[in-house]
């Protein structure tokens, strides 16, 4: 039997919401496979937080800028809120997101090497450790061009996120910082249907048909109880299905739609600190 630990069922309850005796049998079930663990609770009824693109982190920044076209997203960890708050290393954090975005770095390792006060970025930061006395870890960076770029960081700089937009204008720029805002909020995990692969609308279908069964459907209807299921996934978990925030009678895509006709957001990016 795989020996499961305390930390690992802590990580599992962290990210699905569920007991910690469920996670641990889960897991147990599973023989320590976190993904397998996830599907075992679902198909037991348990409600799971959908699997979501941001990585887990503890302490730092998240944040994100805009030149219009171009914008970036980035997250600087560190190991306690006291020195994520403070404002040396809020100015750092600005700094490096400046960087990026000049430059145009699109991933950790571009930004890692640009210079930075007569060093590279990644020479800097190791200064910083050794001044502040924490790890530091440059642990995101994504950058998104559009014909409008919208960078949106919720207050305290735990959430930070980008939207491109299919046109320009100030009426644009207004409507594409309520989906920034929307990015933050709901944490959508794909942009619409179309774009969520194939395995994932296979296994929420085998999933709802599962659960079906165990709820006593007749067998004859649990493909169709498993495709409302997954429709309403779609609704929950797609950016341009979803309720507006700002007004749940309409969807974001309809809200779009009325903002400018065939406006729509073209890419969406999230970071956030867990």
Request: include cysteine; proline fraction near 1%; aromatic fraction near 4%.
């Amino acid at each position: 039997m795989v020996k499961i630990t305390a930390a690992e069922v802590n990580a599992l309850r962290k990210q699905t919401g569920a007991g910690m005796m469920d996670c641990k049998k889960a897991l147990v079930e599973a023989e320590g496979d976190k993904d397998k663990a996830v599907d075992i609770l679902r198909k037991k009824g348990q409600k799971v937080a959908a699997k979501r693109g941001d990585n887990e982190a503890k302490e730092g920044l998240a944040m994100a800028m805009s030149n219009g076209t171009e914008g970036v997203v980035i997250r600087l960890n560190c190991e306690t809120d006291f020195v994520a708050k403070n404002d040396n290393y809020i100015a750092l954090v600005t700094e490096l997101t400046q960087i990026a975005l000049d430059t145009k770095s699109k991933t950790a390792d571009e930004l890692n090497g640009q210079a930075m006060a007569g060093v590279t970025v990644a020479e800097e930061i190791t200064n910083q450790i050794g001044k502040i006395g924490e790890k530091l870890d440059l642990s995101a960076v994504h950058a998104i061009t559009a014909e409008s770029v919208i960078a949106y960081n919720h207050p305290g700089n735990q959430v930070a996120t980008l939207v491109g937009m299919s046109a320009s204008g100030d009426d644009v720029t207004e409507a594409g910082r309520n989906v920034a805002m929307q990015v933050a909020a709901m944490n959508p995990v794909a942009l619409n249907k179309d774009s969520i692969p194939q395995s994932v609308i296979d296994k929420e279908l085998e999933i709802g048909r599962d659960l079906a069964i165990q709820e006593g459907k007749p067998e004859a209807m649990a493909d169709k109880i498993a495709q409302g299921r997954l429709n309403k996934f779609f609704k929950e978990a797609t950016l341009l299905d979803q309720a507006f925030i700002k007004d749940n009678k309409s969807t974001v895509s309809k809200y779009l739609d009325g903002v400018s006709k065939d406006l729509t957001v073209t890419e969406f990016y999230r970071v956030s600190l867990s």
